[in-house]
């Protein structure tokens, strides 16, 4: 059976101001366009600069992907800060990290 990879994650911009949430199969692929589109006004992401990497979760099935997505953007910004701060207290990018997985 083929194995498939799906991706829930939280980016920021470089003063932690706006976080943005998103889904995707291919999140190498996904972060380089974020980084290329940063400052770009056409893309939620893109005008608020939200190209750095905080907080990822992988799913193997897109339905549950999705469905994680549409839960966190519901979360109050206290809620998703918690959750990024389980995994990464330090705020640190993660982009690095899921480019060489």
């Known amino acids: 059976m ?5 991706f829930v994650y ?8 706006t976080l943005y ?16 589109n940063a400052g770009n006004p056409s893309t939620f992401a893109g005008k608020y600069h939200c190209h750095l990497l905080m907080y990822y979760e992988r ?4 339905e549950h992907a999705i469905a994680r997505e549409k839960e966190l953007k519901k979360w109050s910004r206290e809620k998703k800060e918690a959750l990024i701060e389980s995994i990464n207290p ?9 480019q060489d997985d």
Do not use: C
């Not at 949430?21 to 290329?36: A, F």
């Not at 799913?59 to 897109?62: A, M, R, Y």
């Not at 330090?90 to 899921?98: D, H, T």
């Open 2 to 6: 083929i194995s498939h990879n799906y």
């Open 10 to 17: 939280i980016l920021t911009n470089p003063k932690k101001t």
């Open 21 to 36: 949430i998103g889904v995707t199969n291919d999140i190498v692929r996904q972060l380089e366009e974020h980084t290329l």
């Open 59 to 62: 799913f193997s099935s897109v």
């Open 90 to 98: 330090n705020w640190l990018p993660l982009n690095a990290e899921v």
